[in-house]
């Protein structure tokens, strides 16, 4: 069963772990987690398939005496679909990623996926092609890979595959960050609407690969797989979230509205003056800088997209938000500095229950219309939630908040937007030697763009100790205390649910910022 609103994904329901074990557990494998590897191959469109071969021989192979790897999590992006279907290339790929397992019979578990694209080479960079590559035992980094598993039996027409991943809490939180990414949609490449698959090779000689190189024996589509990708165990480490975004507005008390839509918020004179549209400030705002941004960009498309920040009347982030500025400069400098400086801050509003929503409609009318905003309901990834759908829209009517409401009268709202584009400056095609231990985000522009505007194809090139994948969807989040977990987390909500579908936002853990 795929991911459904109405309770958290079943691979962590199934047996939940607070953090304090998931830590412990980490401990326990401390001897597997040395031996455990994680690299991409970055590289542009039109890359051989020879030279990624020949930058994965240039890794670093398990030392001898170690326990050596069973397992392998390729993720791949869109443009090289058609690869996973080369049982040729495929198998030399795993002779390069497992060399030690070559003519033992020894069964290697391969999960692939295809996913839209992978980190940029460096900050601020376009999204790259080629493949994220993660390594381990497999019943520890890809737990239930093998669960409900039939290669005759094919997925459900509604199934949207996804990829989930359990990062470290957020700085100052005791709450693990599941990630889950949707694959890409392949029908052009490989004529599946989706390509997530398990696999089972065997390194002994059978089937009609040469001798000693893996041989295809089992495969079957899969709607959802974990990767338990984060390795570090230290206090120290922790996940971070940023989004390509600024507030346009101060925060307003909302005071009326329904499911996912909000009618009224309280007036910039307090409670004592009558409510106002929920839209007014937010098209004042948008209709200035729209004005402004046209004057200093005549020639460039330039972003009118907004989003709405929902956070909790509790919320200690209400006071940075209040003496943020907001009003408008005319420079395209100044608006990424304020942008930069929200990516910053954008954990801790997410630790303390903000959620993000992007702007639906909204706006004008007259009468009882007159000013709604319909922000996106979606905050996890699902194929069917029309049943709690109908719970929440319930619900609503009488004030109830749940894990996944909208809309809570008594919470504030506020709005943002994209800073305008940079002018195009060429970064290089060196890949950065600080990209985090793992990234999953949104592209930094229109994935589907990319073979427009690469004009010259890119060498594959190796970025050591880096696994992750862009989706041009989303990336949905979940912060949920376990069990015995209430003193820990204070205040804060027990569980925060949100889709960060801004253009260039990441979530990611490592030594490296990614902002």
Known sequence: MFLSTARAPARWSARRLSYRAFQQRWASNSKINKSRDRFSVLAGRGVSKQSVLDC???????????PTPDASAILVSRDLARWLDDTDFMSALLQQLHP???????????????????????????????LSILQGDATTILPGLWSGGDSNAPLRLDARPALSVRLSPLLGDFRPVDVTLPVANTVFQNGRPFTLLASRWRAGGAGTSPIGS??????????????????EGSIQSHADVSV????????????????????????????EEQPQPASLELEAAMHD???TRSRLLPEVPVPNRAWALVVPPNSPSLEY??????????????????????????????????????????GGGWGLKRGLLAIDPETTYCSVSESRDLENFIASFGGEVTADSVIALGSYILFLVEPMPLP???????????????????????IASDEETEHAPLPAQLAAGHFGALSSIGAFLRLESGAG?????????HTTLTKVDVPDSYVWQGASRWI
């Open 56 to 66: 994965v021989a240039s890794t670093d192979k398990t030392p001898s005496g170690s």
């Open 100 to 130: 030690e397992a070559i003519g033992s019979g020894q069964d290697l578990s391969v999960l692939t996926a295809v996913v839209d694209g992978l980190c940029p080479r460096s900050r601020g960079g376009s999204a790259s092609s080629g």
């Open 214 to 231: 893996p041989a295809l024996v089992d495969a079957f589509e899969k709607e959802e797989q974990i990767i338990v990708a984060s390795t």
């Open 244 to 271: 390509s975004l600024f507030p346009l507005t101060v925060p307003r008390r909302i005071t009326a509205g329904l499911g996912n839509i909000v009618r009224q918020v309280e007036a910039a004179g307090g409670p």
């Open 289 to 291: 800088i729209i004005a």
């Open 321 to 362: 938000f209040v003496k943020f500025p907001v009003f408008l400069d005319s420079t395209i400098e100044s608006e990424h500095q304020r942008a930069d400086a929200f990516a910053r801050h954008f954990s801790k509003v997410l630790a303390d229950g903000g959620r993000l929503h992007r702007v639906l409609s909204g």
């Open 424 to 446: 195009s400056i060429c970064s290089g095609n060196e890949v950065s030697q600080n990209l985090p231990s793992l990234v999953f985000g949104t592209a930094p522009a229109q």
């Open 485 to 493: 977990s209430e003193a820990a987390r204070g205040s804060r909500p």
